[in-house]
């Protein structure tokens, strides 16, 4: 069945980096955009980033723009989001979610970043 | 940017009983290949979200027909015919008609 599962989250410093992590299965990857959208700790839903299905085209949210990169690898199945410069509103929970038409039809279940010293 | 707003934000409701959710754009949704980006999404409580609705009213695969969308231009209404247990949680409205903007949720609990 389709199954996004993100890794690569934890705790992590002010000013420090961290990759994350989307494995994907159960549908051809390559045909599909791909975001990343994150949930501060008892907030609403914010979108981050988004990559087309070929890796043409990325669009970041206000947020993150020029702290954080979006890349894929269709080679491997998986999606990445590269953060640097973190602060501690970068706080969230982190899911991967497909694109279908402009919809965002699957979600992961999500990796944790806690940004702090 | 599109601001999403959604009322209320919070909704007791009773078993059994019609539920309905507001979102209003700031601006139209209507894309420039005609069709609008407005879909609903249902988050329980230590999950991740999924979609329920997609392009105002269309429902996604195994959501049960309780839930309806319907709505154009920039106001939009999610509705549940009969409240369920199940239906607990947060409910988000997202726009993909210019970049992605969610509402800020509207949380629905039983009374």
């Known amino acids: 069945q389709v199954q996004l599962v993100e890794s690569g989250g934890g705790v992590v410093q002010p000013g420090r980096s961290l990759r994350l992590s989307c494995a994907v299965s159960?549908?051809?990857?390559?045909?599909?955009?791909m975001h990343w959208v994150r949930q501060a700790p008892g907030k609403g839903l914010e979108w981050v980033a988004v990559i087309w299905f070929d890796g043409s085209n990325k669009y970041y949210a206000d947020s993150v723009k020029g702290r954080f990169t979006i890349s894929r690898d269709n080679s491997k199945n998986t999606l990445y989001l590269q953060m640097n410069s973190l602060r501690a509103e970068d706080t969230a929970v982190y899911y991967c979610a497909r694109d279908s038409l402009l919809c965002v039809d699957v979600w992961g279940q999500g990796t944790t970043v806690t940004v702090s010293s | 940017d599109i601001v999403m707003t959604q009322t209320p934000l919070s909704s007791p409701v009773t078993l059994g009983q019609p539920a309905s959710i507001s979102c209003r754009s700031s601006?139209?949704?209507?894309?420039?290949?005609?069709?609008?980006?407005l879909s609903w999404l249902h988050q329980r409580p230590g999950q991740p979200p999924r979609l329920l609705i997609y392009?105002?009213?269309n429902r996604f695969s195994g959501v049960p027909d309780r839930f309806s969308g319907s709505g154009a231009g920039t106001d939009f209404t999610l509705k549940i015919s009969r409240v369920e247990a199940e239906d607990v949680g947060v409910y988000y409205c997202?726009?993909?008609?210019?970049?992605?903007?969610f509402g800020q949720g509207t949380k629905v609990e039983i009374k």
């Open positions: 601006q139209s949704l209507v894309h420039s290949d005609g069709n609008t980006y």
């Open positions: 392009k105002i009213s």
């Open positions: 997202m726009q993909a008609t210019q970049s992605w903007t």
């Open positions: 159960g549908f051809t990857f390559s045909s599909y955009a």
